[in-house]
């Protein structure tokens, strides 16, 4: 018969605990984005940094939950959100691309949560879609696309405020952001891969309760 003192607190678990870090560092982003853009970019990026390692330390540890999963999608797509909210404010006449992009991330990794939850799989990560699949399973192409992306709007936020030593009157800091742009584009993409699986997903669950309704 197990006791109290034998059942694990999820909520202290070592991933779970540096979740908790990284939200703390994306909340002072969030706060000193407005004025203060080295210190919010230092935190807003310590925060996306940490991320690799709460699944690192989950597989060390053996200690990977459900919770855990949803603390860290949670934080990857709230923290974006608010930087996609302050570059609606810094480039008004590009609001509709910012919002549309949020519209689009929060949609399809909720759809995709959603559809694992209701096939019974252990991870989000574990996908028959050969580009989820791979998207997933290739940790270098992974990091790659993750951090393009951020890398990408990361440094349209920083533009809004220094754009660098020009040479031939294109400033650094946009070659960067020109350079990243074709990741971020790719990432949407993947996102409305992940929409539309997911979306199909969730019909064929759909179909598959209305027959057994049915017999």
């Known amino acids: 018969m197990s006791t109290t003192a034998e059942t694990p607190n ?21 706060l000193l984005m ?16 940490l991320d690799a390692f709460d699944g690192y330390a989950a ?17 990857d797509r709230l923290t974006f959100l608010a930087l996609l909210m302050m570059l609606g404010q810094l480039y008004p006449r590009c609001l509709f691309i910012f919002q549309l992009t949020a519209i689009i991330d929060i949609a399809s990794h909720w759809l995709h949560l959603h559809a694992t939850d209701l096939t019974g799989k252990n991870t989000h990560k574990d996908s028959d879609n050969p580009i989820l699949h791979y998207y997933y399973t290739s940790r270098p192409f992974l990091f790659f696309m993750c951090f393009g992306n951020e890398a990408f709007f990361s440094l349209l936020y920083i533009h809004a405020f220094y754009t660098g030593p020009a040479f031939l009157g294109v400033s650094f800091v946009s070659f960067l952001a020109f350079l990243t742009f074709p990741v971020a584009f ?16 969730i019909a064929e669950f759909d179909v598959a309760q209305r027959q057994l309704k049915s017999q």
Request: hydrophobic share 55%; proline share 4%.
């Open 186 to 201: 790719v990432k949407q993409l993947i996102s409305l891969v992940h929409l539309v699986v997911a979306s199909q997903t």
């Open 34 to 49: 407005p004025s203060f853009p080295v210190a919010a970019s230092v935190s807003y990026f310590l925060s996306a940094f």
């Open 10 to 30: 999820i909520f202290l678990f070592v991933p779970n605990l540096i979740g908790y870090g990284r939200i703390v560092l994306a909340f002072v982003a969030i």
């Open 59 to 75: 597989r060390l540890y053996n200690q990977g939950t459900r919770f855990g999963a949803m603390l860290d999608q949670l934080t």
